[in-house]
Each structure stands twice: as structure tokens, then as C-alpha cells.
């Protein structure tokens, strides 16, 4: 009995359905969860006994939360440097969604393959390449979609809803729709309520929708 509590204690709080870059589901690959933050995001890490460990490139900044429904949390992993991965077209929305997340950013992403997302039939991605090519407005449609079906799920995923909800706020933002920016930025603060990156980007719509006072809040704490 004490050796099944031990197990159940040492086991990942997370659940991931793991893909690789041609959509397989990699032998010997888990996903480590751990050191939650005050909003229960956790800190993942790939865990592998190959001499050169595949990168996991989504959830794109490389956290998540528990799910409010028992299906898993889709995760994606790639190895360093293989071409064939550019392939795949989640595997390229999720690079691209982690250089428009990811303000520091500087490295060149793959630009070619990015370019090609504009076509994809999935709402994210198509979104996400718009946005990338500097098409808010374009953009604006396919990431309000990509938006809702995640909201939609029967099991909502917290590390799904979030970057789509930051993607679309940017995407209404950059189209000068601030008031609607505000509201998307809400929906990403709503699965991360102490992400500085959220409640900066929804105090910036608000001054910029003439609502400074609504703004001061949250830029205070």
C-alpha cells in the first residue's frame, strides 16, 4: 500500500499525448511536470536516455496546466535540426506562435515555412501566420475560430487556450481594436492571473481604448 502511495505521489501531476515531428508518438520520450507557479502552472521538462534529447517546442514556452476534463495535454517535441520537421504543419505554428510570444526572441525562425502557414485549412495556424506576416486584420478571424473551438473542447487545456487568447488580443491590438484586444487579453489572464506578459498586454489595450484607470491595477500589482 505505502509503495502505491509513493508512485502516485512521485508521478507526473500532467498527462501529455506526446507527438513528434511527422505526428508519431516518439518511443522513450515522457514529459516531466514540476515547481507549479501561484496560478498551478508547471515547468516542463523532456525527459529521454537518447544521447541528443528532442526539444519540446509546444506548449511553447514550455508550461502547463491541468486540463478541467480527462483528455490529455497535446505536447510536441522535435529533434535539433531536422529539416523534415518544417514538414508539419503544427510543428511550424508552434515555432512561429513561440517568436511572437516570446518578446526576446531574436534568432531568425524558419521564414519560408512560416510563410506557407497563410494556406493551412487549421485556424491556428493560418492565424498564426498571418500574424507573423504582419496581418493583424487577416489574422483576426482565423485566431477568434482557433480561440473557440479550444473553449469548446469538452476538456478545455489551459496550455491550448492561453496562447491562442494572447495571439488573438495581439492580433485586434495591432488592428487598432483595442476594446476587443482588452477583452482577449482577459481570456488569457483568466487561465493565468499572475502572467506579467497578459496583464501588461490587457493594460496597454485599455490606455489605448482611453480606460487608464482600468489599467492602473493591474500594472500596480
Not at 535540426?81 to 534568432?107: C, F, M, Q, W, Y
Not at 492561453?162 to 484586444?181: N, V
Request: hydrophobic fraction near 45%.
Amino acid at each position: 500500500m505505502k509503495l502505491v502511495v509513493l508512485l502516485l505521489l512521485a508521478a507526473s501531476p500532467l498527462h501529455f499525448d506526446i507527438t513528434d515531428a511527422r505526428g508519431k508518438h516518439p518511443s522513450g520520450v515522457t514529459i516531466d511536470a514540476a515547481d507549479p507557479d501561484a496560478d498551478g502552472w508547471y515547468q516542463l521538462r523532456v525527459i529521454t536516455k537518447s544521447k541528443t534529447p528532442p526539444t519540446l517546442i509546444w506548449p511553447c514556452d514550455g508550461r502547463a496546466k491541468a486540463p478541467d476534463g480527462p483528455e490529455p495535454i497535446p505536447a510536441i517535441v522535435i529533434q535539433p535540426g531536422d529539416e523534415k520537421a518544417l514538414e508539419n504543419t503544427r510543428v511550424v505554428a508552434a515555432i512561429a506562435a513561440g517568436i511572437l510570444l516570446n518578446p526576446n526572441h531574436s534568432a531568425p525562425g524558419p521564414e519560408k515555412a512560416i510563410a506557407g502557414l497563410v494556406n493551412s485549412d487549421d485556424a491556428f495556424a493560418k492565424g498564426v501566420g498571418l500574424l507573423y506576416a504582419k496581418k493583424p486584420l487577416d489574422a483576426i478571424g482565423p485566431l477568434a475560430q482557433a480561440l473557440r473551438d479550444r473553449e469548446r473542447q469538452l476538456t478545455r487545456v489551459p496550455s491550448e487556450i492561453y496562447p491562442a487568447a494572447m495571439l488573438y488580443g495581439r492580433a485586434l491590438f495591432e488592428a487598432s481594436k483595442f476594446d476587443d484586444a482588452a477583452l482577449a487579453f482577459l481570456k488569457a489572464m483568466n487561465q493565468r492571473p499572475s502572467d506579467p506578459a497578459a496583464r501588461k498586454a490587457r493594460a496597454e489595450a485599455l490606455i489605448k481604448a482611453g480606460k487608464p484607470e482600468a489599467a492602473e491595477s493591474l500594472l500596480s500589482n
